[in-house]
């Protein structure tokens, strides 16, 4: 209400001030024309002397109302009252011209917004704390294997009871496993679900209890104890209808009945966002698998006063002892931990850093964009700062008013850059690869609203203080004494093209990263697969153990078999289909490893055993997905639970250990049968594009039987279409089975390149960003140069030069600029895109052919960006030009 | 303010102001004619720039203006010293003196 009053005042006061401006101006033409008609002047003619004499109306009545209008703001006086008069006149400057307003609110709020939204992904998945309590000692823990050089290795049961018992370090260790799980409860349809087996020590750890109920303690942890398990909070009510009445209740999974003892919060989703069902893992130091088997994660709880470095410290040492003891099982193994959320984010880290280091770029460009624009403004503007310097606003007092008019722009910037978050975010979250840990945590929150404003406004500083500095100092009184003719000061303009090639040095960094990650994208698309991923669906089966016998040792896999066989049979016979084939790993699955020895080499140290990747397929399977057969032959139906135990390998295996004499004839055993090698197949890429192929071999399904298996169909039309067949016929034969997972192959493979994929779109979008930003810079700059420089031009006209030579030298200057920025943008990026490395596949981040690229592109960008004003400087009739002056 | 001072000719026009004004009051319209006439234009080419300084002048507290009515019977602005317009005038004008002085005795001995 008072602000209104103030506002309708200060509009009031306004208005007096103007009439009384116009009527003394009024009078004064009119008593020169009257003393002039004295003088015997016709009317009409007195008139127009009059008003030729007056001079410039528009102006000298826009420099009165100036000096009126500022000495209105000085009534106040203490800094809070000066802050009021220099918001004022900062909003009035800028509602006077707001197509420049428009131009710097837009820049920057593109800068700003693209900014906020990688910071908020940047502060949910990497800045964030675990929602635990006293998540700064909750650990990783993991083995790594000196002999085959990896680092992230899982524990085996025996080790991890050992370093249960020995280590001096942890308040608490916990294990888990995510077994397969088909949620079968009393009703309803039979749901694919994930569930974690997991230490009871889990939840005293993580610090989280249940809302409802309670979680499962030592005595269900036992061996041989019954099955307890707890619900996930979605889980429950999406399938119990947030029953409290659920608790007591027996649920199966598996075939197992199990006890429902409590729920847990929405809040908690540890291992992963998905899981939805927690058990006791139910092992012990006395009943676990074996130590060569590696089923299990471990976290643990440091105790108070204990640091990594310690826990690391203690655990190589039980390492080494493991070593000793257990030297068939555990030579070259290792073991470390590190921070919880480290080992959540670790892998992703790079990249965020990487893409919120080119957004900073990208403001960065913003920035020099509009620090540029003010310069170009504030020579013009140099009549206004001469009348308020002459009125007695000090230099300091003149620096803050241009500051508080840019930190005004910013923060406008910043609103419109939360619009550009707000939809940045939901495009981030969208397009963010699945693997991407804690995307459910990214939002707009305070946090990120906080660092909205503080990028704004610090935004609003940098970019203001050059040309307020510059503005300060200017020279108070010529521009009021030449009469309102404002020249080009060399030294603003050399300012603004100093800028100029500093955001196209900015720009030049960001499109060389982009194109190097674009080169790397490109390679990784085309590595050849080894397999044809088109036309081909991807449905997952499991069978539960219960109802079909499958256990290692077991020899009665009858009706694993059974079912296996009448589903090829059923889904061969369906419309389109071309082929159809099980497989217990599709292509695009890296599974899983296991040992061989090949019969008759002499048996090589232990450690010092090799790994290989096994998977068990069915008959059709090379032709259904097309690997192609290089040696011997595939399976055929020779190829039974009873007929000659057979393998086929691929041809790294074959390279590897076959490399003097033909693989085929050859016997190599496993899980304690010996094989003939009948042929030899294609390397196929199943860890993904970037990765070596591993040695690895085949054998026919029938003769190791698996419960749990892909069905892979080749298909005439789109795969997907035949999805819902499949799955009636999965449910014909056994009504209690989900099938889950259903895809295409294509879209399994992609997924190992849904990260660089990721990185590049939003790279390359921050690429165009700047280069737009910098050819906005660049054609700024220049058409300003030929405005200021257009009497020169004429002159130039006028003594001969043709419009091509005019064209040719603005046009030149343009491309000047870019060049100089170009060079030392690339210099830069010989320094910055060393940062990408690890973010590369197939260039080295020093690549001749993408800086030639990015050398070319921004040159041709600043080519066009200085076209147009040069085709306007060609254009300048001399005469006018001339007479401008 | 020094002799040599580029802010000098700008001085000059205010100067001429408030020499104008010392024994009564006048309109702008007025002001600017005497000028003209005291000065053959070599002060005020536009005539409308007389303004902008009146309007300086007056909000450095040099000058009151106030509105009256003119020979002819129109509304018109008049402007007269204030206290500190008059000691600005002493003051500038001994500046001016020995300004002129100095520049006089340069051009003099040369």
Known sequence: MIKKLFGLWATIRRQNIQQDIDSELAYHVEMRARDLEATGMGAAAARREAARRFGNHGRIRAEC???????????????????????????????????????????????????????????????????????????????????????????????????????????????????????????????????????????????????????????????????????????????????????????????????????????????SAGTQVWMPLQISAARTPPRGNHFYRVIAKLDVNVNLDAANGNLTAIAADLEEEYADDNLGRGMWTQELLGAMVGSIRPALL????????????????????????STVRQREVAIRGALGAGRNRLIRQFLTESVVLSLLGGAAGLLVALGGVRGLVALGPAALPRLANVGIDGRVLLFAMLASAGTGVLFGILPALQAAKADLQSPLKEGGRTPARSGGQGVRRFLVVTEVALAAVLVTGAGLLIQSFWRLQAVDPGFAAGNVLVANVQLPASRYPQAFGST??????????????RVGGLPNVESVALAVHHPANPGWTSRFIIDGRPPVAPGEQEEARINPVGRDYFRTVGIQLTRGRGFTEADVTDGPRVVVINETFARRHFSDQDPVGQRLSF???????????????????????????????????????????????????????????????????????????????????????????????????????????????????????????????????????????????????????VAIGLAGSLLLTRALSSLLFGVGSVHLPTFIAVALIVSLVAFAASYLPARRASNVDPMVALRSE | MSPGNPERLHGTLELLVLKLLEPGSMNGYAIGVRIQELTDGAVIVEEGSLYPALYRMQRRGWLKAEWGKSENNRRAKYYRLSRVGKRQLDKETAEWGSFAAAVGKILGSG
Not at chain 1, 114 to 122: G, K, M, R, Y
Not at chain 1, 556 to 569: C, H, I, M, P, S
């Open chain 1, 65 to 271: 109302r100036e000096v009126m209008m500022v000495d209105a703001e000085r009534q106040g006086d203490g800094i809070m009252a000066q802050f009021g008069q220099d918001l004022r006149y900062a909003v009035r400057t800028i509602l006077r011209n707001p197509g420049f307003a428009a131009t710097v609110i837009l820049t920057l709020g593109l800068g700003i917004g693209a900014n906020t939204a990688i910071f908020s992904v940047v502060d949910g998945v990497l800045l964030r704390p675990l929602p635990y309590a006293d998540s700064d000692r909750i650990v990783y823990v993991a083995q790594n294997d000196r002999l085959r050089g990896t680092q992230h290795e899982w524990f085996s049961g025996p080790d991890f009871f050992d370093v249960l018992e020995r280590n001096v370090v942890f308040e608490s260790m916990a294990a888990w496993r995510t077994p397969q799980a088909t949620l079968t409860s009393p009703d309803g349809e039979p749901q694919r679900i994930t569930a974690a087996s997991t230490s009871h020590t889990l939840f005293s750890i993580l610090g989280v209890g249940p809302v409802l109920g309670r979680v499962y303690d030592a005595d269900d942890d036992r061996p041989g104890a019954d099955a307890v398990l707890v619900l996930s909070h979605q889980i429950w009510v999406s399938r119990f209808g947030a029953d409290e009445g659920v608790l007591g209740r027996l649920v199966a999974i598996e075939g197992t009945s199990y006890e429902v003892v409590g729920v847990m919060p929405p809040s908690f989703t540890f291992p």
């Open chain 1, 354 to 377: 990487m893409l919120l280091g080119a957004v900073g770029l990208v403001l960065a460009i913003a920035c020099v964009n509009v620090a540029s624009l003010l310069f170009a403004r």
């Open chain 1, 671 to 821: 899980w304690g049968q010996s094989r003939e090698i009948v042929g030899v197949v294609a390397d196929v890429k199943f860890r993904g594009p970037a990765q070596e192929t591993r040695q690895g071999w085949y054998a026919p399904m029938e003769q190791i039987p698996f419960g749990a298996f892909s069905v892979l169909v080749r298909t005439a039309g789109e795969p997907l279409d035949i999805a819902p067949l499949v799955q009636q016929q999965v449910i014909t034969i056994d009504p209690d089975l989900p099938v889950f997972g259903v895809s295409t192959l294509e879209q399994q493979f992609s997924g190992f390149v849904a990260q660089p994929r990721f990185n590049m779109l939003l790279l390359g979008l921050f690429a165009g960003v700047a280069m737009v930003l910098a050819a906005v810079g660049i054609y700024g700059v220049i058409s300003y140069g030929v405005n200021q420089r257009t009497h020169e031009i004429g002159v130039r006209i006028s003594l001969g030069a043709s419009a091509g030579d005019v064209l040719r030298h603005v046009v030149g200057q343009g491309v000047a600029l870019a060049a100089a920025g």
């Open chain 1, 556 to 569: 009665d896999f009858t009706q694993v078999l059974a079912f296996q066989r009448e589903l090829v049979q």
